[in-house]
């Protein structure tokens, strides 16, 4: 089993669509989580980390449940631009700063 | 502020051929890492330094690959002899530390082997 798992997609969805993103990982010692962005070609860049209570950044929001060892993102009013890769990531023991990386959430927003 | 430097952005070798990538991280971070990143896969270590020593490289394939950071600053990543299954993206990133500093990745060298 891959330490973190998500579906590679693609998700295609219209401009102005609500889209979530699920991601599973296989240890229960994690600590951190993240999701990070990563355009084509280009390098994956933060996008925001994960806290156990959920949080919020603009139209994102993320999500933890540690006991499902579950993390999603949720993305409201999607805009054109937000097509890209999206990694979950997790960070915690053994190698407590390596971080583990999924394959990745491809998302298309469509006009 | 500059962000991590890379070089080449892009090589193409044949197989058996050696091959050198160079990365200079954001000044000040004295961590830096280097990752691997197959198409359609998220990246994975092969390698991170605190300042000059190697602290993470169980990932590193110590056959073919080494790794250098001689001042603690920038870093090179060699493959040799490079395989057909060495074609991938390598990603160097860097942060203030190892702990719970977020990572700033650099561009990448697309190596393609043939």
């Known amino acids: 089993r891959k330490e973190v798992e998500q579906d590679p997609g693609p998700f295609n969805v219209p401009e102005g669509a609500t889209v979530a993103f699920n991601c599973t990982y296989s240890?229960?010692?994690?600590?951190?989580f993240f999701w990070y962005r990563q355009d084509c070609r280009k390098e994956p860049k933060l996008l925001m980390s994960?806290?156990?209570s959920g949080n919020e950044d603009g139209r994102f929001t993320a999500q933890l449940n540690r006991a499902s060892q579950y993390i999603s993102l949720l993305i409201r009013d999607s805009k054109l631009s937000d097509s890209a890769t999206y990694l979950c990531?997790?960070?915690?023991?053994?190698?407590?700063?390596?971080?583990?990386f999924g394959t990745g959430t491809r998302l298309l927003v469509s006009p | 502020e500059a962000g991590v430097v890379q070089s080449p952005r892009y090589k193409i070798i044949e197989k058996k051929q050696p091959v050198a990538f160079w990365c200079n991280p954001i000044?000040?971070?004295?961590?830096l890492y280097w990752y691997r990143q197959n198409l359609g896969q998220g990246p994975e270590l092969l390698i991170r330094?605190?300042?000059?020593?190697?602290?993470?490289d169980s990932q590193l394939p110590k056959d073919r690959f080494s790794a250098e950071r001689l001042k603690g600053v920038d870093s090179t990543l060699k493959i040799q002899p490079a395989e057909l299954g060495d074609s991938a993206v390598y990603l160097c990133?860097?942060?203030?530390?190892?702990?719970?500093?977020?990572?700033?990745f650099g561009p990448g060298t697309r190596l393609t082997v043939t």
């Open positions: 994960v806290y156990s």
């Open positions: 000044s000040g971070h004295n961590t």
């Open positions: 990133a860097s942060s203030l530390s190892g702990q719970g500093h977020e990572q700033y």
């Open positions: 330094y605190e300042n000059e020593e190697a602290v993470d």
């Open positions: 990531v997790v960070k915690g023991w053994p190698g407590f700063q390596k971080l583990v």
């Open positions: 240890n229960s010692a994690s600590q951190s």
